[in-house]
């Protein structure tokens, strides 16, 4: 200290910290990227930011979204292009508090799962503002890929791996599930399942057409909660069998959850994950005139608004482990959702959302700032239980010495009514237009670099590292065990 050399790079004074287990006033020390010190008084760093008044929290994580995804034949997205890239993604991500995204790698029949997740570093390579890691998508399960690919990508750090009960280009069968799940086992990584029964849907649809019913609004109409409901009790079977480790993605709905409620009491080691649309959006979203109705199809669809609450009941008591986005960036467009056209079937309309920037706020206003949950279990289901779950940390998701330093800074008397001119994705709308929000983060940090302050982009595209994860099995065996698990 006599030197005048600063002990620390950056100090963060005088903010209220919290993680997934406590809340408490400290400063934070970093250096060399890394959170060194906690405490109050500490000694210098070069940059010092004053954070009165604010709350220090973990960076986001982001662990469900697509960018850059390369569609197959046979989905309704064929030919679309995603608006968003690595670039642009993340620079939306880093705006909205998230420090690390987990966005695809996408096996197609026939390909090589290597091969996709070679393909995806390519597109991924200088261009990332924040740390992002890769799940893997499995559409053909063969002996090579079961057998060799799988556990070498595994043990590579590739730890997570998804399969879709629906979808023509991507459904696998029961048989196949059962297969995948008993290598995610056999390994430690956790299987992730889109879970609606594709024969339901498929007939559905046909009956509506053929009725003349094919706007927007009858997306919902084609994926009722039964067929979530039948899918996610059919998935949690065939991990019970297995005895495997599985994460419900995109919940919708209180069908599927009274499906996981009971697997949970019979002891089967199922998570659960729901988005921002199933909060703030309903079934009448896809009913707008002028066809602006597909701007809000994804699947599953919304539903009634009386279902958002229990969704949000749902958020409160524990039984969503995390909270993604889903974000899948299709313009209002002839490139994206109007592809084939201002009057296309809804089983042709490009299926997603964007939601990458909005993911947080939202929750965070309309989940801490309104009194539904605490600030701890706003940083569980935002970062901390995220980075245990994908096997990221303490590296992730948390304020603890010898983690990364990725750090958002929120303003609590922020509000901010989201429009889209202020995003920063690629796409032309955002769904969420028009609502105000309580509280913003201000100051984002990622490995201890401001990637933006106050509106102002100061990262720079390709400072994002890849992130190779280990097994999360340790990590999760017992969700009672840690105080992030509430």
């Not at 608006?83 to 690390?100: K, N």
């Not at 002839?334 to 959302?353: M, Q, S, T, Y």
């Not at 280990?470 to 509430?486: G, H, K, L, N, P």
Request: glycine share 10%.
């Amino acid at each position: 200290m006599s030197t005048g050399t600063p002990l620390f790079d950056t100090v963060i004074r005088n903010g209220t910290v919290a993680t997934a287990a406590d809340v408490f006033r400290s400063d934070v020390g970093i250096r060399g990227g890394r959170i060194v010190a906690l405490g109050e008084g500490l000694g210098g760093g070069a940059r010092e930011i004053d954070a009165s008044g604010m709350y220090v929290l973990p960076g986001g994580i982001d662990a469900h979204c697509h960018l850059d995804q390369p569609k197959a034949e046979g989905l309704a997205a064929a030919g679309s292009v995603m608006a968003d890239d690595f670039l642009s993604g993340s620079r939306s991500a880093i705006f909205g508090g998230t420090t690390t995204i987990v966005p695809f790698a996408v096996q197609h029949r026939g390909q090589s799962v290597v091969a996709a997740v070679e393909d995806y570093h390519r597109r991924a390579a200088g261009k990332a503002y924040c740390d992002y890691a890769f799940h893997l998508i499995v559409s053909d399960p063969s002996e090579k890929v079961l057998r060799e690919e799988l556990p070498q990508l595994i043990t590579s750090g590739y730890t997570s791996v998804k399969v879709y009960m629906t979808y023509e280009a991507m459904r696998i069968s029961d048989r196949q599930i059962l297969d995948v799940l008993d290598v995610t086992r056999e390994h430690g990584a956790l299987a992730m399942i889109h879970a609606e029964n594709f024969e339901c849907i498929s007939w559905l649809t046909e009956k509506l057409e053929a009725a003349g019913k094919t706007a927007p609004r009858y997306h919902a109409t084609s994926r009722p909660q039964a067929v979530e409901r039948e899918a996610t009790h059919r998935a949690i079977a065939l991990s019970e069998v297995v005895s495997a480790r599985l994460l419900i993605v995109h919940v919708s709905g209180g069908e599927a959850i009274t499906e996981i409620r009971r697997g949970r009491e019979r002891g089967v080691p199922i998570f659960a994950e729901t988005c921002p649309q199933y909060l703030f959006l309903s079934e009448e979203d896809l009913d707008q005139p002028g066809f602006h109705g597909a701007k809000c199809v994804c699947s599953p669809p919304p539903r009634d608004k009386g279902n958002q609450e229990v969704v949000w009941r749902g958020i409160e008591d524990g039984l969503f482990d995390i909270f993604s986005s889903d974000h899948a960036p299709y313009r209002f467009d002839e490139n994206g959702k109007l592809r084939h056209g201002p009057d296309a079937p809804f089983r042709k309309v490009a299926n997603g959302i964007p939601g990458l920037e909005t993911r947080a706020p939202l929750l965070f206003s309309e989940g801490f700032m309104a009194g539904r949950i605490d600030l701890c279990r706003f940083v569980a289901l935002n970062s901390a239980n995220s980075a245990k779950l994908y096997g990221m940390y303490p590296r992730k998701g948390t304020i603890a010495v010898g983690a990364d330093a990725d750090i958002a800074i929120w303003d609590p008397q922020r509000q901010v009514t989201i429009r889209n001119e202020m995003l920063h994705h690629n796409v032309d709308f955002t769904p969420y237009e028009g609502r105000t929000l309580q509280g913003w983060p201000v100051t984002v940090m990622v490995r201890g670099e401001l990637v933006c302050q106050d509106g102002e982009l100061l990262g720079r595209p390709g400072y994002g590292e890849f992130i190779a994860r280990r097994s999360s099995a340790r990590d999760i065996q017992d969700r009672s065990a840690e105080a992030a698990w509430i």
